[in-house]
Structures are given as C-alpha cells and as structure tokens.
C-alpha cells in the first residue's frame, strides 16, 4: 500500500487566498503492477517451490469417477480375475465420498439371489440390467448360465437376443413367448427338485456333491410394472419362481419405476435391492 502525501508548499494573502503553490517537491505516484490476490500468489510461490524441490503432497480426496466408463476399462483399473466357480457380473464402479473409498462393483449372481432395480424413468435400469447380462455373457459359457429377457419397456435388451448365453428376448406384444417361458419354468422347477431332493434341495450342494454342472437360470424382467398392466394374470406366476426359484438355481433380475407395484410380501424374495434415482429421499430409505 503506497500513501500518497501531500507535500506541496502554499503561499497565502492575509485574507487566506493562494498566491503561489510550489509543486515541485510533490512525489509522483509510482507505477504499481497488479499481481492479482494477495493469497494466490502465496499459494503459486509454494507451488512452484515444491515443484522445484520434488515435494510431494496427500491429496485430501479421490478423483472424480469419470462421466462415462467402458467396462473393460473398469476391469483393467482394479485388475479383476474372475473366481472360479463363480458367476459374478461386474456392473461398475463404486465411489463412497464418506469413507473416502473407491472400488469395482460386482454382483455374485449365484449366491445372493434375486436382484431387484428401482429407479425414475430413464436412470439408467435399462443400462444397469445391459451391464449385468454383458458381463455375465462374456465371463460364461452357456453350459454356465442361461439367460431369458423379457423387456416391457423402450426393447433396447433385443440387441442380446443372439447371444449364445441368451435363450431369447420378448417384448410386450409377444405373448406367446412368454407362456412358453412359463412352461420351461414349471418343467425345469420340477425336474431339478426331484434332482436335487438327495442332495437338501439346494442347487449350489447339488453342483458341489454330485459333481454335475447345470446352468444357472436367469429370468430379467425390464420395467414390471408393464408387464402387471399388460399381463396382470400371470403375475401370481412369477411371485411363486421369486420364492422359490433361488434355491433351484433360478434367478430373477426385475426392474421398476413404479415402487408400489412390487408388494411388500414380494420384495421380500428380493435379496439384493438396488436404487437409482428415485423422486425423493424418503424413497430410499422406504425401500432400503
């Protein structure tokens, strides 16, 4: 800060008027060049001081995940190996601001059950159920896994419908399909219980005991709330495989954006519960 005095010498009548000013002696304000603030500055010199001398600093937080990512990228970033005997889809990457924690995000398929999605129209369910049926398809071989779509909604999951691991793909029109995947359940439900009834009924100590391989089942139902409007009537159907499909080796992933028309008795077959964005707050915690 430069204070400008004044210096300057006045010459006076006896009535109080200026008869001469001698500025001679005033200083010249100085030039000043503007550095900018005062604390940027500082921080730039140390800056430039560490960078000189090679310090390094602790970050105080992780890098922002990245807008869009590729799942090989995901892979690649955490070096994930498939474990044997698994059936576990990779779906993406989490990030967890509290704990300061980032990591892969898998879904163990063969020992945690049905999968149930929840999310506004257009949060992503579409691309979350996409992403669980890629990485399964491309990790497992058919004799592995075999998987059914039924997609009630924009029919973008058709594009798996060539898929070696994909029995087929039906959309809301075909109802043929879908009677015919109900009759492949029925039969496939009573052919494993009489399979499986030496071994406690279990699909995972029948693989383990018997020696024998038989796929994993995996039924994606894409927006249910369609599929009630359209085909109330068969919805008792399916509320008997959420039940006890799991225990036969027979899976379910559904999605909805309507949360009121999965009922509280039905959730409850759902061991896995996923939320995107959804309208309010209250909503998690109401379905968590």
Not at 14 to 20: L, P
Not at 49 to 77: E, R, T, Y
Not at 247 to 275: A, H, L, P
């Amino acid at each position: 800060i430069i204070k400008k005095i004044d210096d300057s010498i006045c010459f006076v009548n006896n009535c109080g008027g200026t008869i001469k000013r001698v500025n001679d002696t005033l200083k010249q304000d100085k030039k000043v060049q503007d550095f900018g603030d005062q604390l940027t500055n500082i921080v730039r010199y140390l800056n430039q001081i560490s960078q000189a001398d090679g310090f390094k600093i602790q970050k105080l937080w992780l890098p922002a995940l990245s807008k869009v990512m590729n799942l090989s990228d995901v892979m690649q970033k955490y070096s994930y190996n498939d474990v044997e005997n698994s059936l576990t889809a990779v779906v993406g990457e989490y990030d967890a601001p509290k704990n300061q924690n980032q990591g892969i995000l898998t879904v163990d398929m063969l020992n945690t059950g049905n999968i149930l999605i929840y999310g506004n129209p257009g949060a992503g369910k579409d691309n979350l159920i996409s992403t669980i049926i890629y990485s399964l398809s491309t990790h497992c071989s058919p004799k592995k896994v075999n998987i059914y779509v039924g997609d009630f909604g924009a029919e973008t999951l058709k594009m798996f419908q060539h898929f070696p691991q994909v029995g087929d793909v039906f959309v809301t029109e075909e109802k043929n399909k879908l009677d015919s995947l109900l009759k492949m359940l029925s039969k496939e439900v009573e052919r494993r219980k009489k399979e499986y009834s030496d071994y406690g009924g279990n699909y995972v100590e029948y693989c383990k005991l018997s020696g024998k391989e038989e796929p994993v089942i995996i039924v994606a139902l894409n927006n249910y709330e369609n599929f009630v409007e359209t085909y109330s009537r068969n919805q008792d159907d399916f509320v008997q495989y959420f039940r006890d499909g799991y225990k036969y080796g027979i899976n379910f992933i559904v999605s909805t954006s309507v949360s009121s028309v999965i009922r509280s008795r039905v959730s409850q077959n759902f061991q896995i519960k996923m939320c995107l964005n959804m309208p309010d707050s209250n909503s998690y915690r109401d379905l968590l």
